[in-house]
Every structure is written in C-alpha cells, then in structure tokens.
C-alpha cells in the first residue's frame, strides 16, 4: 500500500501518583482524520470515560489494528525521575512505539518544553532515519490523529486503576493528586510496602510524607 501514513502519540496518566503512565501510538491513511473527527474524535479530555470506552473500538478499526502501547511502571518512572530523566523516558519509549510502526510521520505530543529538542532525542533512536517527526504541544488537540491515539490511552489507563482498585478492593478515585479521595488514599497508605509497586513514590505527596515523617523523627531526639 503506497498511502502515507500518520502516527499519532501520546502519552496518558503522566500526572498520577497512583498506578503507571500509557504511551500510546495509533496510525492512520493519510486524510483520514476527517473521518476520525466524523466518529467523534475531539481532544480525549473533552469525552467522559463512557465517551471514550464507545470509541475504542470504533478508533481501534480505523486504524486498522495498527498501534502499540508502552505500559511504564511506577517504578521505572521512580528511577527516571531519581535521574531527572523522565523525558527522555518518555523520549525512549516514544522511539519504541514508531520504530514498532514505522509510519511516513511521526506526530507526538510533547512533553518537553522544547519541542525541537525533544524531536532530536527521538531521533537519535530511531531506525528509519528518513521518517518526519511534529512534535508539538497540545497535539492531541490539533490533530484528529494524536486525538484518536489519547483516546485510546486514557481507555487502557482508566483500565489499568481500575484493575488496581478492584485487587486492593478501595476506592482510591482518578489516582491524580487532586482527586480528594486519591489524596486520602496516599496519606493512609503511602507507606505500606505492598504498594511500592503500586504508587509513584518520587511524585510531591509521598516525598511530603516521607519529609513529615524525618521531622518528627528528628523531634523525637
């Protein structure tokens, strides 16, 4: 098939301090964005959780099964941050998603605030030198491509705290630190080992936590 094809990628559950991130890429023919906007692909954040569950599938078969997801664990995320490498995790597994798919265009939602930066450490691992990348801010937004792919993402992330919730049997919400029942959550049990593989220990409310708790350790002497 001579069509050109776009990629859109994206990453969801970035900000959580529970459970881990999806980076998500989805390819479609070119001009088939209108199609997608025409299914009801807008910006994912837009769409309701059953908005979104509806056009999974609908998504899933435009693109033809042509996609790949990156799950990164809190853990993995943990050491980048430890680093101060979370971008270029998020670069590397970027990179594993298009040298996976191998479409004409890469179009990723950047997370760095230096777009042509961020494109150049994708480059880097690329092995089809020949590919064009867009990296832009606010991607998902602009293009029904990158749309699509977050749409997807956010399905498999609200899945996967879904999964979390059902094993611990608590319902802890969304897993963002503003939701107050997440917030609740990591101040009863930001500590429990069981959980370690479970919360994102280098996010700011379990680093306080943990500050909180070497104070009053301090006060003890």
């Known amino acids: 098939c001579?069509?050109?094809?776009?990629?859109?990628?994206?990453?969801a559950g970035m900000g959580q301090v529970i459970g881990s991130m999806v980076l998500f890429g989805a390819?479609?023919?070119?001009?088939?964005?209108?199609s997608l906007r025409k299914i009801g692909v807008i910006d994912s954040k837009m769409l309701s959780p059953e908005e979104r569950d509806f056009l999974f599938?609908?998504?899933?078969?435009?693109?033809?099964?042509?996609?790949y997801a990156v799950i990164v664990s809190p853990s993995e995320i943990d050491e980048a941050v430890s680093r101060g490498e979370l971008n270029l995790l998020e670069a590397n597994k970027t990179a594993e998603i298009i040298n996976f798919l191998n479409p004409d265009?890469?179009?990723?939602?950047?997370?760095?605030?230096k777009p042509d930066r961020y494109a150049s450490?994708?480059?880097?691992?690329?092995?089809n030198k020949n590919l064009k990348?867009?990296?832009?801010h606010k991607a998902d937004f602009k293009y029904a491509e990158v749309g699509a792919a977050s749409i997807l993402a956010k399905v498999i992330r609200d899945r996967e705290i879904e999964k979390i919730s059902r094993k611990l049997g608590i319902d802890f919400g969304s897993g963002y630190p503003s939701d107050?029942?997440?917030?609740?959550?990591i101040q009863k049990h930001w500590n429990e080992k069981s959980l370690?593989?479970?919360?994102?220990?280098?996010?700011?409310?379990?680093?306080?936590?943990?500050?909180?708790?070497?104070?009053m350790r301090l006060s003890e002497f």
């Open 105 to 113: 265009t890469a179009i990723i939602d950047c997370p760095d605030p």
């Open 2 to 11: 001579n069509m050109m094809t776009g990629c859109g990628i994206v990453e």
């Open 133 to 136: 990348i867009l990296a832009e």
């Open 196 to 215: 370690h593989g479970v919360i994102r220990r280098s996010w700011a409310p379990v680093r306080r936590r943990e500050g909180e708790k070497g104070q």
């Open 121 to 127: 450490k994708i480059r880097a691992m690329l092995k």
């Open 57 to 67: 599938e609908k998504i899933i078969e435009a693109c033809g099964g042509r996609y």
């Open 27 to 34: 390819c479609f023919d070119e001009g088939q964005s209108a």
């Open 180 to 185: 107050p029942r997440t917030a609740e959550f």
